[in-house]
């Protein structure tokens, strides 16, 4: 990068001088190469199968460390193992209480000493690699019997945390979530709660816990609004209600109907239909229950009809779940069992399963509820005050599990945010409860050959609902840096980032698993949407077997669909690669270092070393991308001759204000030269990642150099400049590989006629600022009564649902389901299943 001083116009021939010497030294580079290299077009259907068969093995390999590590095993083992002690008594470390200390000094109780030491794999965060920490929710009382039983037998869990992370460092959080509540975390880490002083975590409120215990269902909430519901009642059953929209996943489809002597909608544009449980859907339910109020007589035998009738109606347009189906009804109480209507509707086979949440303290319609529940296959609970409201409401989730026992499927159950995997045994008990690691999306981006895909290529994943998995245009948190997430972050659909595909074509054929090939014209915006680069993208899909997942990648034709390839002996590429000035993308994989202990702390190049050497076989690496990087390496040395001489030189060049060269190439390597001590330098700062080489996009200086003629110059001036401030003006010169059509032998065939790589030597120009330079925005905010407009495309919204793919498993009833061993305390004749998961959570985000 040259600096220019104020009056940089009489600079500027200068520095095109030492730009266009720049140009003719690789130039004639290339000419010498040019019988070794040729130009190959990359098949993209080719690209996206293998990363879909990458990304098939890497969720293999993790399901599979699951089992090897005998987690599952272990739990149910050591489960069995154990005789229940009512008056166990046993201290264990409490994740919220631990290393604190009461008035005198002394540990509190549950607390204790626990030791935690910052490490960087997991976030920088203070932990603990040998224990395992226990979090009970706040509504729990953290010493009550069945919790301490539970903590106890799972102690047996701390030896195959460590001994999988030992097996596999790329691992980040283990844990088993308890169906009785408590979870236990590896490795240990203390709790804090939150700005309001509380921590509301419940391991089985997680969307990932509900959709590993049931199968998709579709349920209709009946809300009791009688004028014997006014005062406390009402308010419990609204929170009823909010807690039950809390189990439903995006897999689910529901709808709220309050009921007296007439049926109201909660939504009434959505009379007679079912909607997706996706976050906004449940926000929106949500703030219409504050608009429901007591009053008149409560026709249950009307409301139980009107749900009937939508399930089986909603049911045969194929466009719900298609397996469970649940009705919720909220009441404090019912004057008969509707024995007529569950015969017209429900009997013989009693698919529809019933839940009746009796609110209030009073039980004189306590009966009535409770053979409702028996009689359907459902569940009865008794909520008396606000406080009861969370653990009540789980309770179904227990039953609706059964099924999945009873078949003993070892199917695998996907979630947006995380990946389930359930497995059954044939033991005592019920739902055990649910084991598994977290793997961050990073470990996805491994599987990605960012060199493949050129300057604007990327690769991204989606789930059978159309929402994102993995991005570059995902942004998860309000603020970068910040750890305030977006409340759908995990359900952003693919038309929102991939908008000019306004048919969802693209979408749509990869909800459906199809493989293919899609282009359309795109805008993309770089330096953090400040600029915007029209391209034109060749969109390759396919879908990722074994999972719910579609793969696509996206190949930009002027950029990513041609690549330059050479050959150079092992020996010079790497007296090239090992020069001073040479340096790798950070986050990029050559070589996988994290499988083995003994290459945990190799750099990359140190890696490339010794996969060379041929001293560990063991080392697994990139062959393709490490022939190319050695090639690159050699190809773009004679530019740190020519640099080191205008070092040399200094002196006599002292009036162009050389201060720092750069260059970069496709396969991550990339050439810097000083012209001034570190400490005078203030571009490419580590804090700078738009001008890096990342694991998901390619340097911003490379981005918008590639898109110019080749020989221009790009002058970037900054935003936000001030009065009084100086401003910088990199200048990027483009130098890369032009493809020619030449006819040779009547056929037509590409051939290198230049270098291909961007080069991009950067000048800074500083000029002395008198007045404001900034952009002016203006604003216009033009108010129209639009209100019942804006009403009908509200309506239009809710009703609209985007195509999506069912999960390929349902277990919506079984035929040998006992209902009168639902309310019986001893269930040990019931089947246990001991469900696992593995989760794919964005490494930004906290443990919890």
């Known amino acids: 990068m040259f600096v220019f001083k104020p009056l940089y116009k009489k600079a500027m021939p200068v520095m095109f001088s030492l730009l266009m010497k720049t140009l003719s030294v690789n130039y004639l580079f290339c000419l010498f190469f040019s019988r070794s290299v040729r130009v190959e077009e990359i098949d993209g ?15 293999r390999k993790k399901a599979e460390a699951m089992k090897v590590g005998r987690l599952v095993e272990a739990a149910e083992e050591a489960h069995l193992q154990h005789e229940e002690d009512p008056n166990l008594q046993y201290e264990y470390f409490n994740a919220v209480l631990i290393n604190e200390q009461d008035e005198d000094g002394n540990s509190v109780e549950l607390g204790g000493e626990f030791i935690l030491q910052p490490n960087d794999h997991f976030n920088n965060l203070s932990v603990n690699l040998s224990l395992s920490v226990v979090q009970v929710p706040t509504n729990m ?146 703030e219409h229950l504050d608009k429901l109020f007591a009053k008149g007589i409560g026709m249950l035998d009307r409301a139980l009809t009107e749900a009937f009738e939508l399930l089986s109606d909603f049911n045969q347009t194929g466009r719900g779940s298609v397996c469970s189906q649940a009705i919720m009804l909220v009441t404090d109480g019912a004057v008969d069992t509707y024995d007529a209507v569950f015969a017209k509707y429900n009997w013989p086979d009693r698919k529809v399963r019933i839940f009746p949440y009796l609110i209030g303290r009073e039980s004189a319609f306590a009966d009535n509820l ?143 698993r199809k493989t293919g090939i899609f282009s359309m014209e795109v805008k993309k915006t770089v330096d953090k949407g400040k600029r915007v680069l029209v391209l034109h993208n060749d969109y390759y899909y396919t879908d990722i077997k074994g999972t719910p997942f579609s793969l696509g990648v996206a190949l930009s034709r002027g950029h990513g669909k041609y690549f330059f390839r050479g050959s150079v002996t092992v020996e010079e590429g790497l007296h090239d690669l090992e020069h001073p000035d040479v340096a790798l993308a950070d986050e990029w994989t050559y070589c996988n270092t994290d499988e083995h202990p003994e290459h945990r702390y190799l750099s990359q190049i140190e890696a490339i070393k010794l996969y060379l050497s041929g001293e560990q076989p063991h080392l697994k690496c990139d062959k393709e991308l490490i022939q190319e990087v050695l090639f690159d390496a050699v190809v773009t040395a004679p530019i740190e001759a020519y640099w080191t001489s205008l ?159 069912r999960p390929d498993t349902c277990h919506p009833f079984h035929p040998e389901t006992n209902p009168d061993n639902d309310h019986l305390k001893n269930r040990s004749l019931l089947l246990l299943e001991l469900y696992y998961y593995i989760v794919i959570l964005f490494r930004m985000d906290s443990a919890i």
């Open 45 to 59: 259907l080719k690209l996206v199968k293998r990363l879909a068969e990458n990304m098939e093995e890497m969720f």
């Open 141 to 286: 009382y953290n010493k009550d019997s069945a919790i301490v039983n539970g903590v106890y037998w799972s102690e047996a869990l701390n030896k195959v945390f460590v001994d999988n992370f030992e097996r596999d460092p790329s691992l980040i959080w283990q844990y088993f979530g308890s169906a009785k509540g408590f979870f236990r975390q590896y490795p240990g880490i203390k709790w804090t709660p939150d700005e309001h002083g509380v921590i509301a975590f419940d391991c089985r409120n997680r969307k990932w816990y509900i959709q590993a215990a049931t199968s998709p269902k579709d349920v209709v909430i009946l809300v009791d609004v009688s004028g014997s519901m006014k005062g406390l009642r009402l308010t419990i059953a609204k929170q009823t209600v909010s807690s039950i929209l809390d189990t439903l996943g995006d897999d689910d489809f529901f709808n709220i109907i309050a009921y007296n002597e007439e049926l109201r909608y909660v939504e009434p544009c959505l009379n007679g239909t079912l909607v997706q449980a996706d976050v906004t859907n449940k926000d929106h339910f949500r």
């Open 370 to 512: 409770k053979w409702m529940a028996c009689a359907n296959k459902g569940y009865f609970t008794q909520i008396s005050t606000l406080a009861d409201v969370q653990e009540n409401v789980m309770e179904y989730l227990h039953v609706l599990s059964r099924p999945k026992v009873i078949d003993q499927e070892h199917d695998v159950v996907w979630t947006e945010a995380y990946i389930d995997s359930t497995v059954s045994n044939k033991n005592k008990g019920i739902l055990l409860g649910v084991v598994g690691t977290d793997v961050p999306v990073s470990e996805l981006l491994k599987t990605i050959p960012k060199y493949k895909l050129g300057i604007h290529g990327y690769a991204f994943a989606i789930t059978n609902n159309g929402y994102i998995l993995t991005h570059p245009d995902l942004r998860p948190l309000y603020e970068e840096g910040k750890k305030r997430r977006k409340p759908n972050y995990s359900s952003v659909d693919l038309s929102e980032v991939e908008w000019e595909d306004k048919d969802d074509e693209l979408r749509n054929a990869m909800v459906n």
């Open 647 to 805: 070092a040399l030189n200094k002196s006599e060049n002292s009036d162009k204000g050389v201060e720092i060269a750069y260059l970069g190439t496709r396969t991550g390597l990339s050439r810097i030269n000083l012209f001034v001590v570190p400490d005078q330098l203030n571009f490419l700062t580590a804090e700078d990642k738009e001008g890096v080489f990342n694991a998901d996009h390619f340097p911003l200086w490379y981005k918008r150099a590639a898109e110019q003629v080749p020989g221009t110059f790009i002058y970037s001036l900054p935003f936000n400049t001030g009065e009084g401030k100086l401003f910088i003006l990199p200048i990027y010169l483009t130098i890369y590989l032009s493809v020619i059509q030449a006819q040779r032998d009547g056929r037509t065939m590409l051939v290198p006629c230049d270098t291909e790589y961007p080069a991009f030597i950067s000048e800074r120009t500083i000029k002395e600022t008198t007045g404001n330079i900034a952009c002016v925005c203006v604003c216009m905010n033009v108010l129209l009564n639009l209100a019942a407009h804006n009403e009908s495309l509200k309506c239009e919204r809710l009703k609209l649902q985007k195509h999506r793919r």
